[in-house]
Antibody, heavy 114, light 107 residues
């Protein structure tokens, strides 16, 4: 069974940093691209970033480019999102999702507030 | 960037009704589109992939159609558990983009 479990969310002040993690199991992690998708409270879904299976290709939404960094460790079956220079508008539930966005984790809440 | 225009934004229907939700892409995306269902407080769940293929375990009352720029999700006979918010997602090119969502409510 495919499982994706996010962690690392919490309350952070504007301008602060946070690192999200996503632990994957139930499939060959190193064979799949991975994504981060977020959802602000009461709003729709927004794709944030994708990384290819070998980390050769990385893409970001314009809204996070230059501030967020996606990475992965295939030996640890883990996906990461380093978030710097956080803003109030980054407040959202962050989901990791596999490949063509077929399986999703349960999400982790990031709140940016003073 | 490819824009996905989803309609309607909300829909009121009764159990047993047939409903259709539409997504229009600002440029051709072949069949690189998925449909998702999200219930309050839960992660989205994929219903349809490649525009018209039913995800394993999803009831057959859900169906998808379309290619290029026009796509539809149809629920043939609404069940109580189908009242939720639905999204389309194009993954033809980056940035991937979601439709704005359709909230399906009980009439």
């Amino acid at each position: 069974e495919v499982q994706l479990v996010e962690s690392g969310g919490g309350l952070v002040k504007p301008g602060g940093s946070l690192r999200l993690s996503c632990a994957a199991s139930g499939f060959t992690f190193s064979s799949y691209s991975m994504n981060w998708v977020r959802q602000a409270p009461g709003k729709g879904l927004e794709w944030v970033s994708s990384i290819s299976s070998s980390s050769s290709y990385i893409y970001y939404a314009d809204s996070v480019k230059g501030r967020f960094t996606i990475s992965r460790d295939n030996a640890k079956n883990s996906l990461y999102l380093q978030m710097n220079s956080l803003r109030a508008e980054d407040t959202a539930v962050y989901y990791c999702a596999r490949d063509m966005v077929d399986y999703w984790g349960q999400g982790t809440l990031v709140t940016v507030s003073s | 960037d490819i824009q996905m225009t989803q309609s309607p934004s909300s829909l009121s229907a009764s159990v047993g009704d047939r409903v259709t939700i539409t997504c229009r892409a600002s440029q051709g995306i072949r069949n690189d589109l998925g449909w998702y269902q999200q219930k309050p407080g839960k992660a989205p769940k994929r219903l349809i992939y490649a525009a018209s293929s039913l995800q394993s375990g999803v009831p057959s009352r859900f169906s998808g159609s379309g290619s290029g720029t026009e796509f539809t999700l149809t629920i043939s006979s609404l069940q109580p558990e189908d009242f939720a918010t639905y999204y389309c997602l194009q993954h033809n090119s980056y940035p991937h983009t979601f439709g704005q969502g359709t909230k399906l409510e009980i009439k």
